[in-house]
């Protein structure tokens, strides 16, 4: 009896301890879907803020832009590149990523590869030469790229035979009208003093830049034409390059003295400021150009440096041009924005006073007088600093 009352209890707490079992097994099955689930809501956060991240990154430069200059040490371009990089934080959704090409081929080109391969937007080019722009135009429509040529003009053909490339910039025949208009004005108000040797015709020398280079050639042409259509009797002394630099100009022009004395030199036109302050600088060390009205000779450029417009408020140049480099640099960003986005160039779209032709971009030149000196000079202060 005792024996089967101690079986039945065995088998009773057999079950109850398989029924124990049986029912932590089923318990400890919950925690296990909770415990898949939890890894799943882990990662379903992060994926709801990717977007806001990657919207952030676009926001910070909708445009990436590759910009490369022909010299950072050219005191035009680095001065056009100044203005440029204020302009491009005012004016927002664009980043530009500035190049030197330092004034080599090799280099511009080595540049643009790079950029190229990095995977710019956009790319914007001021070429070393104007024969280059052919291959580099050619790189960038190989690859898709749309590409802005600024301050060195394509060739004709290159700007028909490739359909996503631009130019921005200014007529080099007006700036050479302008330039010779200056030198026009100062020897009909001062005859008397301007005509040294009393023949009635304007000697003149004339300092050019790069040989072959077209806003070279297209200044020079427009000061004999301008000559020509107001009149003036003129003589062309001398005439020769000095590759846009200053100290060649002024080794020139110390030359020219020597040949022609500096009594009977009337006039001298520059393709650029950093020339004709090359030429002032021969006449100062000449005891010219110092305040005595006749003791003078009258010299523009064109580019109006800072130096240039400060000559003119010492009396030692006669004048310059304005190529406007913050508007320039207003219509390049611009167009860079425009092209990317698929725009249509409009005058509109670039910003600024400007002509649109086709892919041409006009931006026009300015004559610097007594008249807008102070304010060209605050303004190019203003935007350099």
């Known amino acids: 009896m005792k024996k089967r009352l101690v079986s039945i209890m065995l088998t009773a707490v057999l079950a109850f301890s398989l029924a124990a079992c049986g029912s932590s097994g089923e318990t400890q ?10 890894p799943a809501q882990e990662t379903a956060a992060p994926a709801e803020e990717e977007p806001a991240e990657a919207a952030a990154e676009e926001t910070a430069g909708d445009v990436n832009a590759t910009v490369i ?22 004016i927002g959704g664009i980043a530009l990523d500035m190049q030197d090409a330092a004034n080599d081929v090799s280099t511009a080109i080595s540049k643009l590869e790079a950029s190229l391969t990095k995977g710019t937007d956009v790319v914007a080019i001021c070429a070393p030469d104007r024969e280059s722009t052919e291959t580099m135009a050619q790189k960038c429509d190989e690859e898709g790229v749309p590409a802005v040529f600024f301050n060195m003009e394509p060739m004709e053909n290159t700007m028909e035979s490739y359909e996503n490339i631009y130019y921005v910039g200014a007529q080099a025949k007006e700036s050479g009208e302008m330039c010779a208009q200056a030198l026009i004005n100062y020897w009909n108000a001062n005859t ?4 040294k040797n009393g023949d009635g015709k304007l000697q003149i020398v004339i300092l050019q830049g790069e040989i072959g280079q077209q806003d070279v050639v297209l200044r020079t042409q427009a000061y004999e034409e301008t000559l020509k259509a107001q009149g003036i009797d003129y003589e062309i002394l001398a005439m020769d390059t000095a590759n846009w630099d200053q100290a060649q100009a002024l080794d020139k022009m110390n030359a020219w003295i020597t040949a022609y004395g500096i009594d009977g030199i009337e006039g001298v036109l520059c393709n650029n400021d ?22 003078f000779v009258p010299v523009v450029g064109i580019d109006a440096n800072i130096d240039a417009l400060e000559a003119m408020k010492a009396g030692s140049l006669l004048g310059t041009v304005l190529n406007d480099r913050q508007n320039q640099s207003d219509a390049i960003i611009n167009v860079i924005k425009a092209v990317k986005a698929g725009e249509e160039i409009t005058e509109d779209v670039v910003g600024v006073d400007c002509t649109v032709d086709g892919k041409y971009v006009w931006v026009p030149y300015v004559i610097v007088d007594d008249s807008n000196l102070d304010a060209t000079l605050e303004l190019m202060n203003s935007i350099s600093e």
């Open 29 to 38: 099955e919950a925690p296990a879907a909770e415990e898949q689930e939890a």
């Open 274 to 295: 950093s020339m004709a302050m090359g030429a002032v600088q021969a006449c100062i060390n000449n005891g010219y150009n110092s305040g005595d009205a006749e003791k």
């Open 69 to 90: 200059w022909r010299a950072f040490d050219d005191q035009f371009q680095s001065g056009f590149r100044i203005i440029m990089q204020n302009e491009e934080e005012k």
């Open 192 to 195: 008397e003093l301007a005509d």
